[in-house]
């Protein structure tokens, strides 16, 4: 696109456009302009899409992202610029998801936290696309380990940051994170 700058572009994102200009777009989007909100929706969809499956999974990935988006449009006007439009969405997104997990996590009425989750997954050593294994390991980890493996390796997030997150402490991010990737490990043959 044109006057799209890649500069500004998180990794594995498409390009943003410059600071200046995407504010621009979303002051317009908050003023009911929906073709802004549509250019905001796809230079950030497939972030957001990636986040929500690889924290809910992929059977929910979908709906949650449209979630988000919908969120998003309500909430449109509450964005002060104090960050970037992106981080400010992804932080909307990791809250959406966070409060899609508590929910799904009363409904069946206890956490999803099997210590042996990875254990007794089977491996697909004969895959050779490890990226592809890679995140089918990530599908089996418990729950909270997931969370804080996602936020901490994945999207770059501070185990402060994400203790702050998910209501737990810093150390308890640590201990989740070392447990995941031993997990992780065992389930990848490394």
């Known amino acids: 696109m044109e006057g799209m700058s890649t500069a500004l ?13 995407e504010i621009d777009v979303v002051r317009s989007a908050a003023a ?11 230079a950030h969809s497939p972030r957001i899409h990636s986040l929500c499956a ?3 999974g992929d059977d929910e990935a979908d709906e949650m992202a449209q979630f988000v988006f919908v969120r998003c449009w309500e909430k449109l006007s509450s964005f002060q610029g104090r960050s970037a439009f992106g981080t400010w969405l992804y932080r909307l ?13 009363t409904r069946r009425g206890r956490e999803e936290n099997s210590e042996f989750a990875l254990e007794h997954a089977e491996a697909s050593p004969s895959q050779s696309d490890l990226a592809m294994d890679f995140e089918e390991a990530m ?25 702050g997150m998910l209501g737990i402490t810093s150390g308890t991010s640590k201990s989740q994170l070392h447990r995941a990737r031993m997990l992780m490990r065992r389930h990848l043959g490394h």
């Open 139 to 163: 599908k089996h980890l418990p729950g909270g380990c997931r969370q804080v493996f996602v936020l901490h390796d994945v999207e770059g997030f501070k185990h402060e940051e994400i203790a």
């Open 32 to 42: 009911g302009d929906v073709r802004a909100f549509e250019q905001l929706y796809h």
């Open 93 to 105: 997104a990791v809250n959406a998801i966070l409060g899609r997990r508590r929910e799904l996590a």
């Open 54 to 56: 690889r924290m809910l």
């Open 9 to 21: 572009s998180p990794p594995g994102s498409l390009p943003m456009q410059p600071a200046a200009a």
